[in-house]
DNA sequence: AGTGAAAGGCCACCGTC
DNA sequence: GACGGTGGCCTTTCACT
């Protein structure tokens, strides 16, 4: 699908505020709501536009620690380790890259003594497990949601 | 601030879709919308509801690239390293970590040569550099976006 | 692809319990 | 803290351009 700088102007604002009714959006961008609603339709269609989601702070809900973490996987046991960490509680993104590691990963843990159990107790006995490196985050310095517009 | 059942349930909603009416969250709670708004507007001030995006497929505008970059500074020289990063184009997240980095970036690019050109060019040059290495997403097997509830 | 109009639905804000 | 009611705004659709 073609975006145009319509299309892109209605993007940035959704990603900034994506409860904008249309009709404030229509305003910005100086064109009727209709137009809005019917370019994003055409947009959430086309899977541009994949969702709508609350961002809610981890901390309110027990979630003090957060951390990447890198895992080298047994060969031939990719499929196996993959779908045991996708049931790992916790555990919300699943990358498969180059570099160091076989597979990054994003996890959420309520303690230091909840991330022990879910590194030492889950995944380093899973099937394939070769090795991993925890990177627990400090902070954060920088954080802009969404892509580029 | 304490969060109630009710609560949590109202933030699983906004989570999966934050476009959902208040009217259509009232009911599947079984409760008035007044109440939900109410209550949404409790936790937005009190920072447990930090904002509504819209989410965007980043190949749609031409993010076909997407890496984690892991960084070591030179001791003394962090937050001028910071300061860069955060200016760089492409680079969305900036976290500092324990373990084998000092800071991992989420970074997103239109192309390799695009990466290229934020790593050798930017990155690489910069005030306190030292090391890093860039691990480019080939896939991504599991994501659940936001904090489990 | 964009528009205005219109019906129905929704939001936000009361006062009340 | 939760509720019902209300006025104004918003969404959605449609015929027309």
Do not use: C, F, K, L
């Given at each position: 699908m073609e975006l145009d700088d319509t299309d892109r102007e209605i993007l940035r604002i959704l990603q900034e505020d994506?409860?904008?009714p249309f009709s404030e959006v229509a305003r910005r961008i100086d064109m009727s709501s209709a137009t809005v609603h019917d370019r994003v339709s055409r947009m959430e269609e086309a899977g541009v536009l994949t969702g709508y989601r609350a961002e809610v702070d981890p901390k309110a809900l027990g979630y003090g620690v957060s951390a990447f973490v890198g895992l080298r996987v047994r060969q031939g046991h990719e499929e196996e380790a993959l779908e045991t960490l996708r049931a790992?509680?916790?555990?919300?993104e699943v990358h498969l890259t180059t570099g160091e590691y076989d597979v990054m990963m994003r996890v959420y843990a309520e303690s230091t003594d909840d991330l022990r159990d879910l590194m030492f107790g889950q995944i380093a006995t899973m099937d394939g497990f070769d090795r991993s490196q925890t990177m627990v985050i400090l902070g954060t310095d920088y954080e802009e949601s969404g892509v580029p517009i």
């Open positions: 994506a409860r904008t790992v509680e916790g555990v919300r």
